[in-house]
């Protein structure tokens, strides 16, 4: 829409459209929960959550991978580790789809090139907004790495706390998953792992 053109005011900020079917399942969902989806406060509510979600699952709309098309071969002989740790991310597990909340370590030992380091959050969020169990999460991370980038190695940790274990289930908050992937140098190496995991904060 250009911005000449007259906006429409059912829908004024261009939210994408929820079929009706997907507005139902959430009205059903509503009833089945044991609140009136008819009333006055949930009447708007359908669409929201299915936007909701749309935005959560926004990774299944990208190949994450592209993100490490653009690379610098301009390194000044850099062949130490990279490492990006403390990204904060959110995801969604796959049984209940409750958040999963949580932060990564994403490292690589270069080869004769390096990626824009934002690049390494927007693979991991390219994959985290999708249905995801934590374990698959980190191994997609590493992958797409390890095969797009080719380095010497790649270590991925990441540490989250699932929804569906403290907000209903067993209900222990505080509890925290711990996952990680090792490829080339950092699986093969235990030098070199210790040395990935101790810059992690591990
Ligand atoms: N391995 C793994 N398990 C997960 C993850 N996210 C959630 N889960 C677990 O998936 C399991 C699903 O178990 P089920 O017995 O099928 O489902 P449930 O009856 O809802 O289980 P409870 O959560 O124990 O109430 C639960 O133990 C969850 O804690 C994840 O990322 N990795
Ligand atoms: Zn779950």
């Given at each position: 829409?250009?911005?000449?053109?007259?906006?429409?005011?059912?829908?004024?900020l261009?939210?994408p459209?929820?079929?009706?079917?997907?507005?139902?399942?959430?009205?059903?969902?509503?009833g089945?929960?044991?609140?009136?989806?008819?009333?006055?406060?949930?009447?708007?509510?359908?669409?929201?959550?299915?936007?909701?979600?749309?935005?959560?699952?926004?990774?299944?709309?990208?190949?994450?991978?592209?993100h490490?098309?653009?690379?610098?071969?301009?390194?000044?002989?850099?062949?130490?580790?990279v490492?990006?740790?403390?990204?904060?991310?959110?995801?969604?597990?796959?049984h209940?789809m409750?958040?999963?909340?949580?932060?990564?370590?994403?490292?690589?030992?270069?080869?004769?090139?390096?990626?824009?380091?934002?690049?390494?959050?927007?693979v991991?969020?390219?994959?985290?907004?999708?249905?995801?169990?934590?374990?698959?999460?980190?191994?997609?991370?590493?992958?797409?790495i390890?095969?797009h980038?080719?380095?010497?190695?790649?270590?991925?940790?990441?540490?989250?706390?699932?929804?569906?274990?403290t907000?209903?289930?067993?209900r222990t908050?505080?509890?925290?998953?711990?996952?990680?992937?090792?490829?080339?140098?950092?699986?093969e190496?235990?030098?070199?792992?210790?040395?990935?995991l101790?810059?992690?904060?591990?």
């Amino acid at each position: 829409m250009s911005c000449l053109d007259e906006p429409d005011m059912d829908n004024p900020l261009g939210k994408p459209d929820v079929p009706e079917h997907v507005q139902e399942a959430i009205r059903t969902l509503i009833g089945w929960a044991g609140d009136d989806p008819t009333r006055e406060g949930l009447l708007d509510t359908p669409k929201r959550v299915a936007r909701a979600w749309l935005e959560y699952c926004q990774g299944y709309q990208e190949d994450p991978s592209i993100h490490l098309s653009r690379v610098f071969e301009e390194v000044g002989g850099y062949d130490e580790v990279v490492l990006l740790k403390d990204i904060p991310f959110q995801s969604h597990c796959e049984h209940h789809m409750a958040p999963i909340q949580g932060k990564a370590a994403i490292a690589y030992l270069p080869r004769d090139h390096v990626v824009g380091i934002s690049k390494l959050a927007r693979v991991l969020h390219g994959y985290a907004r999708r249905l995801q169990i934590q374990e698959r999460l980190t191994a997609e991370v590493a992958q797409c790495i390890w095969n797009h980038l080719k380095p010497h190695g790649v270590a991925v940790v990441i540490e989250a706390q699932h929804g569906c274990m403290t907000g209903r289930g067993v209900r222990t908050p505080g509890v925290g998953m711990i996952t990680s992937r090792m490829m080339g140098t950092f699986l093969e190496d235990e030098r070199s792992r210790k040395e990935v995991l101790s810059l992690m904060g591990y």
